[in-house]
């Protein structure tokens, strides 16, 4: 109790919240209550009741008394207790709400209550003025045993209504407080941790990174010294492609030769320490003076060389040079105990390259070639029961030395096939000539030998003969011999080899020694193999009947 009135929640109203409030019941109302009237046990005694006047001010009721003066409005409220369906009991005081009521009337402070759900936040879109100095009051709850109404406190100090600041809604009901900006995360000390690595990862990287660029473009940070094997032994084994070049180099020339308006180069090498050198006929045909020959050693040393000998059919010669000192002659070996397959190894001067080494195996013997005719008549082609090689063998490589695995001569590098499809002469190479494909080919030197020799003693090689003039128009498989020779003369020539063992006329050679041949420039190239006097035993057919027949090898002078 205050001056008789009772401690209830009520205050002054502002004029437009004062409207809103509903107006009394009238006074003699107030202290009505089933099963009694005026002040029961419990009720807080009420003064006497004076007719109240009810007067507009401002559009909102205001209760005054007879004298008009404001004074009995505070005592309305407890008539509404006086209504109360219960028991008459004492009026308990109701605590003041939390907060003051928000005059936009939107919960928790505005109507339906504070028990009401709080609604969305809302932000206004013009700032808010600020709060008036006076709440209006509430109005009081119907039933005196109603929840009490939580008791405001003060705003926080930064509170977002505070001082004026824009509005913002938040649940005081709401773990934490809707509209308060959220707590901090703390962040894991592990996250920090793996973050960090992995900038430190990254920084380093990136250092390291360009240590190793600078270090890279700038050739190190001190001087620059390159791994490097000591100095051995140089030596090779005789039987490896160095060896047997080692050995072999001192005894091979390269041979440049002038006359008829051309100049060539070719290979040779040395066959004594008289200065004896074995090449090709090709290479010095032109030559017309023993000045248009020129011989270059592996040294450098250089020295004029004069003419021999040579043979067209043999397509070989022999060159001298004197006054030269420290010759070394390659030791010859023997064709006969080539195999294929054996390694070999070419030294020349391919397109006037001197001391090329190359190497390679035995492809093949007994390969019947031709190489030659460029004269027309047939005098200048040669026939070579050759071995071919895979060691490549280019223009310029005529005349020099196929070796085996001991250094040993074992052929006369000659000829190569040409890639448009002929046979033609190591260094006679034209458009059609354009380089070695593989298929390379050399004088064996057994017959080598024997030409040579002839040549150093007679100046002259003797070529064996059967003594017939062979059909090469025959398109039949073997050697035809001719109905006629040449000039109209008899194709088998009388007293010599062949008639002497029974051939005729049209009779048709098949075999030498067993080995098969197929026209006429293979029986050529298996006779020339041979030496005079050598014994043959020929297979031929007559009449459709096959004959043998043997005979011993003649001799005619070459040119």
Known sequence: MDNGKPNWWSRPSSTPEAARIPSPPPAGEATDRPG?????????????????????????????????????????????????????????PV????????????????????????PPVQLPSAPVPPQQAHMPPVPPQAHPQAH?????????????????????????????????????????????AVVGALVFALVTGVIGGGIGAYVERNGGLTTVELPQADAGDTDRAPESVAGIAASALPGVVTLHVKGGGSSGTGTGFVLDTKGHIL????????????EDISVTFSSGETARAKLVGKDTGYDLAVVQVTGVSGLKPLPLGNSDNVRVGD??????????LSNTVTSGIISAKERPITAGGEKGDGSDVSYVDALQTDAPINPGNSGG??????????????????????SGEGDGAGASQPGSI??????????????????????????????????????????????????GSASVTPGGPAAKAGLRPGDVITKVDGQRVHNGEELIVKIRAHRPGDRLELTLTRGGKELTKTLTLGSSQGT
């Open 279 to 290: 090449t090709n006929n090709h290479v010095v045909d032109s030559a017309e003076s023993s």
């Open 36 to 92: 009694g009237g005026g002040a029961d046990d419990g009720d807080f005694p009420l003064p006497a009741p004076q007719p109240p006047v009810v007067t507009e001010a401002a559009g909102a009721p205001h209760v005054t008394d007879e004298a008009g003066a404001p004074g009995a409005a505070d005592v309305t409220l407890a008539a509404e207790t006086a209504a109360s369906p219960e028991p008459p009991t004492v009026a308990q």
């Open 401 to 422: 030395p196929l070796l085996d695995s001991k250094a040993r001569v074992i052929g006369i590098n000659s000829a190569i096939r040409a890639a448009g499809g002929g």
């Open 95 to 118: 605590p003041g709400p939390l907060h003051a009521p928000d005059e936009y009337r939107t919960p928790p402070y505005g109507e339906p209550g504070p028990w009401a759900p709080a």
């Open 148 to 192: 009490p109404q939580p008791q405001p406190h003060p705003q926080p100090q930064g509170h977002p209504q505070a001082a004026g600041a824009p509005w913002v809604q938040y649940d005081p009901w709401g773990v934490g407080g809707a509209g308060l900006p959220p707590a901090p995360v703390k962040k894991s000390r592990k996250g920090l």
């Open 438 to 487: 593989g298929l390379g080919f050399a004088i064996p030197i057994n017959q080598g030998k024997r030409v040579a020799e002839e040549l150093i003693n007679t100046g002259k090689a003797s070529h064996p003969v059967i003594g017939v003039s062979l059909d090469m128009q025959f398109n039949g498989d073997g050697a035809r011999v001719g109905e006629k020779g040449k000039d």
């Open 343 to 352: 390694p070999v190894v070419a030294i020349g001067a391919p397109f006037d």
